[in-house]
């Protein structure tokens, strides 16, 4: 979603908040701009479109300034066009980049209408410039200003203000959506994401919630929500520019796709020891809290939430403890049962969905025994809101489909499971093979990633489809929901995963031969059920696609089926080796259909606004 860049420094700061934009691009957005002090006062350069186009403004048209906020748009107020791009700027003095949503803007904008002020876009950030301008211009500093204006918007922002009266000065704001000072020697800067400083600093403050930063060109002074100047402590980020390059790789996607083996064996290292997952990883009084647990509660959104569905078939087999799984957005607006100490898991790659996030501060509030938080960004919010977190381990993710985040959650809920398990009467011996399946994972993940060049022929098949459908039965149902959420988000095919078993109950009245279905099949105790659904699906004409372990593949396909022959696996980290397969096919596809893999149309990478 948006994406701030802000800069006070005695060099020109373009090339920096360009730079930054740039990596913050895989956030996703439709438009982008940059405002800038200079000697001939605020200039404002807006696109619609790519940062590249406003590249291209810059180059034919140089500006130089040494102040400057930049921002990359997701519409949510106003059509993407160039007039609704930030930065928004009141009166040519006081410019503002804002990612979240302003809530009462209506009410604010009539009354600062009635002061005198003219809009000239249709988005909720204006009343932002505009009020902040309302008070600076009666005298105050910017930061008064802005803290007086904060006091004012209801809902959530992450907000850097700059004024032609104090050039060197950015003040940065944030509540309900993060937001990051970068610190260096003699510059500094302001971003929603650290990815897009990582060129520039490797130092950072994660603001907390209500907090204001004043960031001058040499020295950074932060006020917390009442208005005090505290501390924050200073961070180094542990990862480079370069875990955010693409490569030698086509596409973030495939670079990504092909990290799980290194991404898993790091999800996995320093948490087992003699064959055991250690307890403590899960955070301090872990060990009482999963001993004390009777039925686990999982929230989560999009692939996260296809990972906390498969969590619940090994949480109920392993520990015998009843999970329930439900999509944030909807969790957080229903009157649900919180049943006695339960514990309450939240799942997120990003750390900032704003359902996800909402939800776990719901159920803080509902009784829960504790919250554990499963996550790929140790400051985020949903960390920083949970007792206890287990870090996925994936590194960056910039391919707004996620691949290496997924299957990395999926690793650190069978931790869980299989944790909970140990404390609730999971036998030994089964805990300790299951465990030994587990560090098998980073093997299995390379050799199922030598199938690319036959998944890549397969897909020439789906090129010109329109739909297409996929099948799982057990822990393989949620895995065929989250193949057919790639293919559908990279290639645009309409795509839908059912329970085989379901297929008699609707689904089979699609098939015919202009449906391709693709059938998930390891060799586990659900495989002669599958069977049966694939001669029933064989039986209508339709085009069909066996993923199929390699012990059970011979005699699976008829003259007319593909198959692909999947290496053997055990069954607990079968749901994972099977959705390699299945992220390749979804992003050869797109690939072949020409659409923008790593940033699909009108989605983001961290959906910050509800
Ligand atoms: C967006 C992303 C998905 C992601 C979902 C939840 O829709 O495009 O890849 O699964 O948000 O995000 P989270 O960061 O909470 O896992």
Not at 153 to 158: D, M, R
Not at 163 to 183: D, N
Not at 371 to 387: M, T, Y
Not at 538 to 547: H, M, P, S, T
């Amino acid at each position: 979603m948006c994406g701030i860049v802000a800069a006070a420094a005695r060099r020109d700061v373009v090339p920096t908040l360009i730079a930054g934009l740039k990596a913050l691009e895989y956030r996703g957005y439709d438009s982008a701009g940059i405002a800038l002090l200079t000697d001939n006062g605020l200039t404002r350069v807006r696109t619609k479109g790519k940062v590249r186009d406003l590249e291209t403004l810059y180059a034919t048209q140089p500006v130089h300034g040494h102040t400057g906020i930049a921002h990359t748009r997701w519409a949510t107020h106003g059509a993407p066009v160039t007039m609704n791009a930030h930065p928004m700027a009141s009166r040519d003095t006081v410019a503002v980049v804002h990612n979240g949503i302003i809530e009462n803007h209506d009410e604010l904008r009539s009354e600062l209408r009635a002061l005198g002020f003219v809009f000239t876009s249709e988005t909720d950030t204006e009343v932002i410039a505009h009020l902040v301008e309302h008070h600076h211009s009666q005298g105050l500093s910017l930061l008064e200003s802005v803290q007086r204006t904060i006091a004012r918007l209801h809902g959530a922002y992450a907000i850097a203000v700059m004024s032609l009266r104090e050039p060197g000065r950015v003040i940065g704001a944030r509540r309900g959506s993060p937001m990051v000072v970068g610190l260096s020697d003699d510059e500094q800067f302001i971003a929603s994401d650290i990815h897009a400083l990582l060129p520039v600093t490797r130092r950072f403050i994660y603001l907390d919630e209500g907090d204001v930063a004043e960031v001058n060109i040499d020295q950074v002074r932060v006020f917390d929500a009442q208005g005090q100047q505290v501390e924050r402590t200073v961070k180094q980020a542990h990862f480079s520019a370069d875990a955010v390059e693409r490569g030698e790789y086509r596409h973030y996607m495939l670079k990504e796709i092909h990290e799980q083996p290194q991404a898993i064996a790091d999800t996995l290292e320093g948490r087992l020891s003699g064959g055991h997952i250690l307890t403590e990883i899960f955070g301090v009084g872990a060990r009482e809290l999963l001993t004390r647990t009777r039925a686990v509660q999982i929230v989560a959104c999009g692939s996260s939430y296809h990972a906390a569905l498969i969590a619940r078939y090994w949480i109920e087999a392993f520990a015998g403890l009843p999970c329930i799984v439900e999509i944030a957005s909807e969790y957080r607006y229903r009157q649900s049962v919180v049943m006695p100490d339960s514990l309450l898991v939240t799942v997120s790659q990003s750390g900032e969905t704003a359902d996800t996030l909402a939800a776990l501060k719901l159920a803080k509030t509902r009784g829960y025994l504790s919250e554990l938080a499963i996550c790929n960004v140790p400051e985020s919010s949903i960390v920083r809101e949970s007792k206890l977190s287990l870090m996925t381990r994936a590194g960056p993710e910039i391919g707004v489909a996620s691949t290496k985040a997924f299957t990395t959650q999926l690793v650190a809920l069978a931790l869980l499971a299989l944790e909970l398990g140990r404390h609730h009467g999971l036998d030994n011996a089964r805990y300790e093979a299951l465990v030994k399946q587990l560090e098998t994972l980073p093997g299995a993940l390379r050799g199922v990633l030598t199938l690319d060049g036959a998944i890549k022929q397969m897909a020439q098949h789906f090129v010109s489809k329109q739909h297409a459908l996929f099948l799982g039965r057990g822990t393989q149902f949620p895995i065929a929901m989250e193949g057919a959420l790639k293919l559908k988000e990279i290639s645009y095919i309409h795509a839908e995963a059912y329970p085989a078993g379901e297929l008699k109950h609707g689904p089979l009245a699609l098939v015919d031969e202009d449906m391709p279905v693709i059938a998930v099949a390891p060799n586990d105790h659900l495989l002669e059920k599958l069977k049966s659904n694939i001669e029933e699906v064989r039986a209508r004409g339709a085009e069909l696609y066996v993923l199929a372990d390699e012990d059970v593949a011979h005699g699976m396909t008829r003259d007319r089926d593909h198959l692909i022959t999947v290496p053997r696996c055990g069954e607990l980290i079968a749901p994972i080796v099977f959705t390699v397969p299945l992220q390749l096919l979804a992003y050869h596809v797109a690939v072949l259909r020409g659409t923008d893999v790593d940033q699909p149309r009108n989605l983001a990478k961290s959906v910050t606004v509800e």
